[in-house]
């Protein structure tokens, strides 16, 4: 085919892929209930009218402050959050995370090299994942040691920020500082195929993008520093790093805890911030890692395709549902994403021009996001092999290929460490996955899967996530938002035609079939997410070229901002129950942890009581958060529970598990839950077998005083 019809089919081929998914777009919108509103009352309408407000201000005072004494509007908004963190985390949490920030980017600098005349600096996102990497493989390999107190931890931070020494490094944290304040100005807006156009941006809409960029930023924050009240958060995440906090070690029994011995290593980064703020800390860094994930987004796509794509691509990925429910918890799928997000990035940029240095960046990134996660693992796998086989594709000298084997061997026994691990405990390394295959005594011998999230793994996948959400999710229709809905076939066959970010593009496709094949589930598909948004940023930048199409796709993008943001409360069941008044009012604080988890304050009265040593029956709540001690869970979490406690028939059959697990006190939801028969017989005997300390709620503290 001529160049000539070439560049004629090409836009009328993403034309008519882009019309068709605007065109399933509205036809979900008509059809289904997902325009219900969700969670807008007047009181959240005010503060998301606060938020925008605000964020106008915001931008409008970097840009006078820009233009009058060219300080970069970037910096002045940058500051601002800082302060703004600070009053609603507290200056511990906003604290320890700077320092481990500040130690992080200089251990990345270490990593990448300083800037030389011949190659720039590396991006900062890219330097801080590269560093967060390193201080995750540190504390969890440092986890089952009884080490894990807040001097030992100050001392990984110093060990990290310790090449600060060095000239080379100052001089370059110095550069990027000046590079911040004043940044250098640089025609970013031109396509790498053809850098005779530029992309069509009025300066209005680049102010409305920032707008929101802003509005959606203050608004996950606020919704960070609510108190935590999801189930996984404080039954898993949370717990993790109060129980390392509280013994200096995780070292439980996976008898009692089926997640004790998967890979956990975000929640050891949560417990090194944990040991010093508590769960603000935790809350604040995740959000942080949202942040870098989508700075990652929005540079990899600026620097390839311009400014103006990588906002919207950015912004498109910001404002997805999924998104906030993921950055307003302690929920590990942000940090593992930007792992994942950073080495896609760090392949992006370099292409075949890899370098061994790029390739150890990759593999320290990956290695970390394996040790986070199974799904962690799958993308070390595609990514990794990805990375190797570009830096491959050129002819390479002996010397070069002994050191992609040194790096290639020290990735794999970093990444697999916690897989033997787990073999070792518990005899199956992907605990409690596959244990058909690998009967652990610790869990049956079935495989383990949740039944909600399973069948669904079709060829309208996409489409019913999008409008019929809570089929994939706890959560309402819309929670996946409709930014891939309306962009992604578009970006994969942009991707296709234009012959850019094909293997991104397949390695994408890859992790949802691996995923997909077994579990249908939004939370598992989200580390890979970012990718998609590299292939929508392509697809902004062949429209922004075109003057009527740019105004075409602006106004597209605009609507589809806005129903994002409209289903923002749609990313969880209880993420439409929010007061952001209570960030500012110690007592509706309390009031409002209450309503939605009381048994966290009594869980802190056990900590006050006994400490670490006590021992807490859970029964009919699942959330051990911010216990000190050991939990003991009557669900599934306890393969012990699952073997005796459920078997009970009676008052005697509750009294003689209890003497079995030597329970010190119990954590009762009264009534009961109807899940198991335990809760109901314990509810009926749980009088006479313990002394009620206090109640909260429909949750009641008792002391055990077994006869």
Same mark, same amino acid.
């Given at each position: 085919m001529?160049a000539?019809?070439r560049?004629?089919s090409r836009?009328?081929v993403?034309?008519?892929v882009?019309?068709?998914s605007l065109a399933?777009?509205? &036809?979900?919108?008509a ?10 009352s007047a009181t959240?309408?005010?503060a998301?009218y606060?938020v925008g407000a605000?964020a106008l201000i915001?931008v409008?005072?970097s840009?006078?402050?820009q233009r009058?004494?060219r300080i970069s ?7 601002a959050? /800082?302060f ?12 320890i995370?700077?320092m481990?920030?500040m130690a992080s980017?200089?251990?990345?600098t =270490?990593?990448t090299g300083t800037a030389? @005349? ?10 801080l994942?590269?560093g967060?990497?390193l =201080? ?5 390999f440092l986890?089952?040691?009884?080490v894990n107190?807040?001097g030992?931890?100050l001392a990984i931070l110093a060990?990290?920020a310790?090449?600060i020494?060095?000239a080379? %490094?100052?001089?370059?944290l110095?550069?990027d ?9 640089v025609?970013?807006?031109l ?5 005779t156009?530029?992309s069509?941006?009025p300066q209005g809409w &680049? ?6 960029a802003?509005a959606?930023?203050l608004?996950?924050?606020l919704?960070a520093?609510?108190?935590?009240r999801?189930?996984?958060?404080? $039954? /898993?995440h949370?717990?993790?790093a109060?129980y390392v906090?509280?013994h200096?070690e995780w070292?439980y029994?996976?008898?009692l805890?089926v997640?004790?011995?998967?890979p956990?290593?975000v929640?050891?980064?949560?417990a090194?911030v944990y040991?010093?703020?508590?769960? @603000?800390a935790?809350k604040l860094l995740?959000y %942080?890692?949202?942040l870098v994930i ?5 540079g990899?796509v ?5 400014a103006?794509a990588?906002l919207?691509a950015?912004l ?6 999924l998104?906030l429910v993921?950055?307003a ?6 940090p593992?994403? &930007?792992?994942?997000t950073?080495?896609a990035v760090?392949i992006?940029?370099?292409?075949r021009?890899?370098?061994l240095?790029?390739?150890a ?5 990956? $290695?970390a996001?394996a040790?986070s996660k199974?799904?962690?693992?799958i993308a ?5 092999l990805?990375a190797?086989?570009?830096y491959?594709?050129k002819?390479?000298?002996s ?6 084997a040194?790096?290639?061997v020290?990735?794999?026994?970093t ?8 073999y070792?405990?518990?005899g199956?390394?992907v605990?409690?996955f596959f244990n058909n295959?690998?009967?652990?005594p610790?869990?049956q011998?079935?495989?383990?899967v949740?039944?909600?999230?399973i069948?669904r793994f079709?060829?309208d996948?996409?489409y ?5 959400s809570d089929h994939?999710?706890?959560a309402?229709?819309?929670a996946?938002g409709f930014s891939?809905? $309306?962009?992604?076939g578009?970006?994969l066959?942009?991707?296709v035609?234009?012959?850019q970010?094909?293997w991104?593009a397949?390695a994408f496709?890859a992790?949802?079939?691996a ?6 589930y939004l939370?598992?598909?989200?580390p890979?997410?970012? /990718?998609?948004?590299?292939l929508?940023g ?8 075109r @003057?009527r199409?740019?105004?075409v ?5 605009a609507?589809?901002?806005c129903?994002?943001? *409209?289903k923002l409360?749609?990313g ?6 929010y007061?952001?008044r209570v960030?500012f009012?110690?007592?509706?604080a309390?009031?409002?942890e209450?309503?939605?988890?009381p048994?966290?304050s ?5 900590n006050?009581?006994?400490g670490?040593?006590?021992r =807490?029956l859970?029964s009919?709540v699942?959330s ?7 939990a ?6 306890s ?5 005796s406690g ?6 005697a ?10 329970p010190?006190f119990i954590v009762h ?6 899940? *198991?028969?335990?809760?109901g ?5 749980i009088g006479r077998?313990?002394?009620?300390i206090a109640?909260?709620g429909s949750?009641?503290? *008792?002391?055990v005083?077994?006869p």
């Amino acid at each position: 085919m001529s160049a000539f019809w070439r560049s004629i089919s090409r836009p009328l081929v993403l034309d008519g892929v882009m019309l068709a998914s605007l065109a399933l777009v509205a &036809m979900g919108l008509a059809t289904t209930d997902v325009l219900s509103p969700v969670g807008w009352s007047a009181t959240t309408l005010k503060a998301l009218y606060t938020v925008g407000a605000v964020a106008l201000i915001m931008v409008a005072a970097s840009q006078v402050l820009q233009r009058r004494f060219r300080i970069s509007g970037g910096m002045v908004t940058a500051l601002a959050g /800082v302060f703004l963190a600070g009053a609603l985390f507290g200056l511990a949490a906003t604290a320890i995370v700077a320092m481990l920030l500040m130690a992080s980017a200089i251990a990345g600098t =270490v990593v990448t090299g300083t800037a030389s @005349p011949k190659d720039s600096a590396w991006p900062m996102g890219q330097r801080l994942s590269i560093g967060l990497a390193l =201080v995750t493989i540190v504390v969890t390999f440092l986890s089952p040691f009884r080490v894990n107190f807040p001097g030992a931890h100050l001392a990984i931070l110093a060990l990290f920020a310790a090449p600060i020494l060095h000239a080379d %490094i100052r001089r370059q944290l110095g550069a990027d500082w000046a590079d911040m304040v004043r940044p250098a100005v640089v025609p970013q807006d031109l396509m790498p195929q053809d850098r005779t156009r530029q992309s069509w941006m009025p300066q209005g809409w &680049m102010l409305l993008w920032r707008v929101a960029a802003v509005a959606l930023a203050l608004f996950f924050m606020l919704h960070a520093a609510l108190p935590e009240r999801y189930h996984d958060a404080l $039954a /898993v995440h949370l717990y993790v790093a109060s129980y390392v906090a509280a013994h200096g070690e995780w070292s439980y029994d996976p008898g009692l805890f089926v997640f004790a011995v998967i890979p956990l290593a975000v929640d050891f980064l949560y417990a090194h911030v944990y040991l010093f703020a508590g769960e @603000p800390a935790v809350k604040l860094l995740n959000y %942080i890692t949202f942040l870098v994930i989508v700075a990652l987004i929005r540079g990899a796509v600026a620097r390839r395709y311009g400014a103006s794509a990588g906002l919207i691509a950015a912004l498109l990925f910001a404002s997805m549902p999924l998104t906030l429910v993921e950055s307003a918890s302690s929920f590990i799928e942000n940090p593992l994403t &930007m792992w994942v997000t950073a080495a896609a990035v760090i392949i992006l940029d370099r292409g075949r021009s890899l370098t061994l240095r790029a390739v150890a960046a990759v593999m320290i990134v990956l $290695a970390a996001a394996a040790l986070s996660k199974v799904h962690g693992a799958i993308a070390a796998t595609l990514l990794g092999l990805l990375a190797t086989s570009l830096y491959l594709g050129k002819r390479r000298r002996s010397i070069e290929l002994l050191g992609l084997a040194g790096c290639l061997v020290l990735a794999a026994a970093t990444a697999l460490s916690s897989y033997i691990h787990a073999y070792w405990i518990s005899g199956n390394p992907v605990f409690p996955f596959f244990n058909n295959v690998f009967k652990s005594p610790f869990y049956q011998p079935v495989q383990f899967v949740d039944g909600r999230w399973i069948n669904r793994f079709k060829l309208d996948l996409l489409y019913q996530a999008t409008f019929h959400s809570d089929h994939f999710l706890e959560a309402y229709n819309g929670a996946l938002g409709f930014s891939l809905m $309306a962009f992604l076939g578009t970006g994969l066959v942009a991707a296709v035609i234009y012959r850019q970010m094909r293997w991104l593009a397949l390695a994408f496709l890859a992790f949802i079939c691996a995923i997909g094949f077994s579990t249908q589930y939004l939370r598992y598909f989200y580390p890979i997410l970012p /990718v998609a948004f590299l292939l929508i940023g392509l697809v902004a930048s062949l429209y922004l070229v075109r @003057p009527r199409m740019a105004l075409v796709f602006n106004l597209a993008v605009a609507v589809v901002l806005c129903l994002n943001v *409209y289903k923002l409360n749609a990313g969880g069941w209880i993420m439409a129950s929010y007061d952001f008044r209570v960030l500012f009012d110690p007592q509706k604080a309390k009031r409002y942890e209450q309503a939605f988890v009381p048994e966290k304050s009594l869980l802190r009265l056990v900590n006050q009581l006994q400490g670490r040593s006590s021992r =807490v029956l859970l029964s009919g709540v699942s959330s051990a958060a911010p216990l000190e001690g050991t939990a003991l869970y009557t669900s599934w979490f306890s393969k012990d529970f699952s073997d005796s406690g459920t078997a009970a028939k009676s008052g005697a059959d509750v009294e003689a598990y209890l003497h079995r697990v030597k329970p010190t006190f119990i954590v009762h939801r009264s009534p009961p839950e109807p899940s *198991y028969a335990f809760h109901g017989l314990l509810d009926a005997e749980i009088g006479r077998l313990g002394r009620k300390i206090a109640t909260m709620g429909s949750v009641t503290l *008792y002391e055990v005083r077994l006869p």
